[in-house]
């Protein structure tokens, strides 16, 4: 099977790193990519939110199967026209992706389909922003719908803070604050069957202890054992299911990757936020402890046959990823300090190195973005999963750059990571 992999980041990396070791696949080609996929993948120079031109190239290359990776050309419809080229394409219609492209779309999806989410309202001017502020109480929590790269949601005791982020957007939704440890469970879904994956937990804070701004996620790990035995099936039961089918009765079915957000909070599962694509970092270490072929899920999905795939089969060791960011992550990276270290990193057992932000300079690998790299590990724990991984960002040289120090510390231990009130 012929492969194309849409997207720069470090998702698209570890998609395309599962796809070039997946024996049913013969060739990947990726676009635009990055200097890490051009090690997995055959680069192509094409807009990720162009639709005509990622249907014309894998038109060109006869791709098989599309992979869009990120949200933003799913919620443009590029999905769409990869499709209407003929093409299967992994990834939801533009229609569908409104469940991660507005806020207050996916609050009425689960209105619908009854699933727990915290209570919400949406709101258009400072008078219905001040009404639901005061409803809810502190800490506040001010989400623009739009789509806004990670920096939409402001969770925050200060109460102007929370004004003022309400009056830099449009629309927003104010929701009630969910308490507990997050979760991230991905689905693969064709419209009809849903196959969950293994939960996994992202790190969102820039700092150790959860301190420090939000990010696009810091690191992540997977299995949980801390978490309850039942939750996958609870969440499918309550959550998942119930959203695909809402989705399919709107006459928007949902197809590709459902990412659902959740807080374990003490009065059971919440959803804090669907997303419509595959989690970035959570991703690279679910990615790394999957058997089954993932060409046979991600086409299962894109074409409607998922129920003859079965259920995701899982090593059943542990996968730990820890994200290296540029100085002045995440408010203001800086670009083009030289990478050094990933030939020694290369060396190491049961280590991948997947690239997001990095770029070739003169023959130089450089920092382009803010999360630069990550470090994914697999051990036959978390305590050795762990090791090897912060064994492999210790090696990376990068000037000014900084990591979380405890990504899965607690869970190692036999603990839920602890999430620290604003
Ligand atoms: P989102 O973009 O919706 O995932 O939100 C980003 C982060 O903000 C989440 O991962 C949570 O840590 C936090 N957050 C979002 N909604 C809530 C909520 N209702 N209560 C508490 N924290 C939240
Ligand atoms: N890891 C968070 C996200 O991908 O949205």
């Given amino acids: 099977m012929k492969t194309l992999v849409i997207g720069t980041g470090g998702r698209e990396h570890a998609?395309?790193?599962?796809?070039?070791?997946?024996?049913?696949?013969?060739?990947?080609?990726?676009?635009?990519?990055?200097?890490?996929?051009?090690?997995?993948?055959?680069?192509?120079?094409?807009?990720?939110?162009d639709?005509?031109?990622?249907?014309?190239?894998?038109?060109?290359?006869?791709?098989?199967?599309?992979?869009?990776?990120?949200?933003?050309?799913?919620?443009?419809?590029?999905?769409?026209?990869?499709?209407a080229a003929g093409i299967a394409c992994f990834g939801p219609s533009r229609e569908a992706a409104q469940l991660e492209g507005s806020k207050a779309f996916a609050k009425q999806v689960m209105a619908g389909a009854d699933v727990p989410t915290g209570m919400a309202h949406v709101c258009e001017t400072a008078e219905q922003v001040q009404d639901a502020l005061d409803a809810f109480?502190?800490?506040?929590?001010v989400k623009d719908?739009?789509?806004?790269?990670?920096?939409?949601?402001?969770?925050?005791?200060?109460?102007?803070?929370?004004?003022?982020?309400?009056a830099a957007c449009d629309r927003v939704v104010i929701e009630e604050f969910l308490?507990?440890?997050?979760?991230?469970?991905?689905?693969?879904?064709?419209?009809e069957t849903v196959l969950p994956l293994q939960p996994a937990q992202d790190f969102k804070r820039?700092?150790?202890?959860?301190?420090?701004?939000?990010?696009?996620?810091?690191?992540a790990y997977t299995p949980?054992?801390?978490?309850?035995?039942?939750?996958?099936?609870?969440?499918?039961?309550?959550?998942?299911?119930?959203?695909?089918?809402?989705?399919?009765r709107r006459g928007t079915p949902f197809q590709g990757l459902l990412y659902a957000g959740l807080a374990l909070t003490s009065r059971g599962v919440r959803v804090i936020e669907f997303n419509a694509r595959f989690g970035d970092p959570e991703t690279q270490s679910i990615l790394a402890l999957l058997r089954t072929p993932l060409s046979a899920l991600l086409y299962g999905a894109a074409i409607g046959g998922l129920a003859e795939v079965g259920l995701p089969q899982w090593a059943s060791s542990s996968s730990v990823t820890v994200v290296v960011a540029a100085e002045g992550y995440p408010e203001d990276p800086r670009k083009g300090d030289v990478i050094d270290g990933l030939d020694e990193v290369?060396?190491?057992?049961?280590?991948?190195?997947?690239?997001?932000?990095?770029?070739?300079?003169?023959?130089?690998?450089?920092?382009?973005?803010?999360?630069?790299?990550?470090?994914?590990?697999?051990?036959?724990?978390?305590?050795?999963?762990?090791?090897?991984?912060?064994?492999?960002?210790?090696?990376?040289?990068?000037?000014?750059?900084?990591?979380?120090?405890?990504?899965?510390?607690?869970?190692?231990?036999?603990?839920?990571?602890?999430?620290?009130?604003?």
Avoid: C
Avoid at 69 to 82: F, I, K, S
Avoid at 146 to 153: E, N
Avoid at 180 to 189: K, N, R, W
């Fill in 224 to 248: 949980l054992d801390w978490t309850p035995d039942d939750l996958v099936a609870e969440v499918s039961r309550r959550v998942l299911v119930p959203t695909v089918q809402e989705m399919a």
């Fill in 137 to 141: 109480g502190p800490p506040y929590v």
């Fill in 179 to 191: 308490d507990g440890p997050e979760v991230s469970l991905f689905a693969i879904t064709d419209g």
């Fill in 51 to 83: 639709g005509a031109a990622v249907a014309a190239l894998a038109t060109t290359i006869g791709a098989d199967l599309v992979v869009i990776g990120p949200e933003a050309p799913l919620v443009a419809g590029v999905a769409d026209d990869v499709r």
């Fill in 15 to 49: 998609l395309a790193l599962a796809l070039s070791r997946d024996p049913q696949v013969t060739e990947v080609h990726a676009a635009p990519g990055n200097p890490g996929i051009a090690e997995v993948a055959t680069l192509h120079q094409v807009d990720p939110m």
């Fill in 346 to 422: 290369a060396a190491l057992d049961g280590v991948d190195v997947i690239h997001a932000g990095t770029a070739l300079e003169d023959g130089k690998l450089v920092t382009s973005g803010g999360r630069v790299l990550s470090v994914t590990a697999v051990g036959a724990d978390l305590a050795e999963a762990r090791r090897r991984a912060y064994a492999g960002v210790d090696l990376i040289h990068i000037r000014g750059s900084h990591h979380r120090t405890d990504i899965a510390l607690a869970a190692e231990h036999g603990q839920e990571q602890e999430r620290i009130e604003p």
């Fill in 206 to 219: 820039a700092l150790d202890g959860d301190g420090g701004p939000n990010t696009g996620g810091m690191g």
């Fill in 145 to 166: 719908d739009a789509l806004a790269a990670g920096k939409g949601v402001v969770v925050t005791d200060d109460r102007q803070a929370a004004i003022d982020h309400a």
